[in-house]
């Protein structure tokens, strides 16, 4: 059995299925298989930067100027979701109801987005000023009480954000070889997908005594992660589709 990590899968869960595979390797001597060694060796190098560039992203490592626009754009998120929420007690009906639909959009792609990591934080605001300003979702945003004006600072402080965290992490990684998290899950998965599971699958076949088994453990433990990956992907479409059809 041979599996692959879809490429969608977000950066903790490449993480998450790199540890679980790393430690199930650990627990037999693969010494004398010299190549399943070196991708273990390389994995397990990449895993290691993969974490301490998770760590670093929502660390405290981060300069005084990033928090604070960190929590510009966490405050503004947090008063624009409260305003949706008190229109969705107008007692105009057709104000309550557009109000329902914008927060059934930003459920969707997570309300507590501010306490999420940077990188998914990004993703996901993103995502959201994409959907509100889409052309059939925008004009309903607009007739809510106190909310198009915070949604737009919002997205500003966002942005403003965004772009001193790129900026930043990209002169860190010059300077300290720490990959944006995104890149660093790429290269992993591209690890386990091309030459890990490739090779376990061709000696499983020749040698199943011997290979068969971890190959079956790491094949599950990336069929987990998948099916997490999936279930995700599903319900966040099918939310997005069923708000902006409405």
């Not at 041979?2 to 490449?14: A, D, F, L, P, W």
């Not at 008190?86 to 306490?115: C, G, M, S, V």
Request: net charge negative.
């Amino acid at each position: 059995m041979s599996q692959k990590i879809y490429h969608y899968c977000n950066t903790n869960e490449v993480s998450t299925v790199a540890t679980n595979i790393l430690l199930a390797l650990s627990k037999d001597d693969w010494s004398t298989d010299l190549a399943l060694s070196t991708i273990i060796e390389m994995l397990s190098k990449d895993n290691e930067i993969l974490t301490k560039s998770i760590r670093f992203s929502k660390s405290g490592a981060r300069p005084k100027i990033l928090h604070e626009k960190d929590e510009v754009a966490d405050r503004l998120y947090i008063c624009t979701k409260q305003f949706i929420w008190a229109n969705t007690y107008a007692p105009e009906k057709d104000i309550a109801e557009k109000a329902q639909r914008i927060w059934k959009i930003f459920d969707t792609h997570n309300l507590n987005l501010h306490r999420a990591s940077s990188e998914s934080q990004m993703a996901l605001t993103k995502s959201l000023i994409e959907n509100i300003n889409h052309p059939d979702v925008r004009p309903v945003l607009e007739e809510l009480t106190g909310v198009a004006n915070r949604f737009d600072a919002f997205a500003l402080a966002s942005e403003d954000f965004r772009s001193n965290f790129i900026d930043y992490t990209a002169s860190l990684a010059v300077e300290e070889d720490i990959l944006p998290p995104s890149v660093q899950k790429g290269l992993i998965r591209n690890i386990i997908n091309d030459q890990l599971t490739s090779y376990l699958y061709s000696v499983a076949f020749a040698i199943p005594e011997k290979y068969a088994a971890i190959n079956n453990v790491i094949a599950e433990h990336i069929e987990s992660i998948n099916t997490k990956a999936r279930a995700r992907k599903t319900r966040n479409t099918a939310e997005v589709e069923d708000s902006v059809a409405d």
